[in-house]
């Protein structure tokens, strides 16, 4: 380790009463978290300590004006029981990139992946290994300026804690396609990882989810005719024998890890991928002469799920078959297998711990 990290242990673990075998998203913590300041010139006092309440002024930018950024990726076992990531690099780099967006400090590769390495190598028992659990990792920064101005702070902390987690979704997604409320616009922030993203559209998901919807299905700011991606997850849509996906040319969308390994395996199977604009007419269009064969979503916590319902103003699409769905199947087969090590990592994805 290059890094001197601090280590306070907990006294007293709460690993025994955890029930592995159910767990609920984002309800329980491991012990420890990890923590960095930045203190206006250099990234100082890593440390990791037991999981708890952070102490923070009230007048700090994260809270007032929305100067907090997050990544979501997750650490395995791998058939030897010995802890692993899924293409943790790119968590790093896309972190940078929210930050860079959003006018926050970005943070050097040591403070971020030693970081992850002291947590693990303390928390790594939280790590679960039924099918289809891992160890979600959430690493955040926010800022840390006590001052109320409107403008960047000049301090921020970095911090990781985890999570033992089963997949984000336990059945086929239904989503609402919106066509009055808008995710983010071209020269927006759509394609950060901010917690304003995530905040704004609450209100419109809590009114999709009143109707029985899972998530919204986010459509494109001008026209409302473009597939963007749901509020957790990137979109794939399956018409006749082609892999259609939005492209990230309008950044209106977020680079999703996931949603890149599922276009390398695509490419790599060599089947046919295109990532453009996805009309919403031009699915329905698919549904109605039979060749749509398959919808599914993707992210860090979702992994890839299957989207068996889209809603449309007053339209639906209901797809079903969905135990055959060909293409679903053998990539989130594949994806999983790849995570645990029980598939040879061909891309060089797995970092070992
Ligand atoms: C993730 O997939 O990691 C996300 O950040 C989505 C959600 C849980 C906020």
Redesign the pocket.
């Known amino acids: 380790m290059t890094l001197d990290i601090a280590v306070e242990r907990t006294p007293t673990s709460r690993i025994g009463q955890v029930d592995f075998d159910n767990i609920q998203f984002?309800r329980i913590f491991s012990d420890h978290q990890y923590l960095v300041d930045f203190d206006g010139e250099n990234w100082v006092n890593p440390r990791v300590v037991p999981y708890g309440k952070i102490a923070m002024s009230p007048a700090i930018s994260a809270i007032h004006y929305g100067q907090a950024i997050?990544?979501?990726?997750k650490a395995y076992k791998d058939t030897e029981g010995n802890p692993q990531l899924f293409r943790p690099l790119e968590n790093w780099k896309r972190l940078n990139r929210s930050a860079h967006r959003m006018g926050m400090q970005e943070i050097p590769e040591e403070f971020f992946m030693e970081g992850i390495r002291a947590l693990l190598d303390i928390d790594k028992d939280w790590i679960p290994t039924t099918e289809g659990s891992s160890l979600?990792l959430r690493p955040f920064m926010f800022a840390t300026d006590d001052y109320i101005g409107v403008r960047p702070s000049n301090t921020y902390t970095f911090a990781i804690f985890s999570c033992p987690v089963n997949a984000?979704y336990s059945q086929p997604l239904r989503v609402k396609a919106e066509s009055h409320y808008i995710r983010a616009a071209e020269g927006g922030v759509g394609a950060a990882?901010c917690a304003g993203n995530?905040g704004s559209v609450m209100m419109p998901a809590k009114l999709a989810q009143k109707e029985g919807f899972h998530q919204v299905l986010w459509l494109d700011a001008r026209e409302h005719k473009f597939i963007e991606e749901t509020g957790?997850?990137n979109m794939f849509v399956r018409i006749g024998d082609t892999l259609l996906t939005p492209s990230l040319d309008r950044h209106t969308i977020l680079a999703g890890i996931t949603r890149d390994s599922i276009l390398k395996l695509a490419a790599h199977w060599g089947w046919k991928i295109e990532e453009r604009d996805v009309n919403i007419d031009e699915v329905f269009e698919a549904y109605r002469n039979g060749t749509l064969k398959e919808i599914f979503a993707s992210?860090?916590?979702?992994t890839v799920a299957q989207v068996e319902l889209i809603h449309y103003e007053g339209e639906e699409i209901q797809l079903g078959g969905l135990d055959s769905w060909e293409w679903y199947h053998k990539l989130s087969n594949t994806m999983r297998e790849i995570k645990t090590g029980k598939t040879e990592d061909i891309f060089n994805w797995i970092y070992k711990l």
Do not use: I, L, R, V
């Not at 997050?70 to 990726?73: A, L, N, P, Q, T």
């Open positions: 984002g997050f990544e979501g990726m979600y984000y990882k995530y957790t997850t992210g860090t916590a979702a």
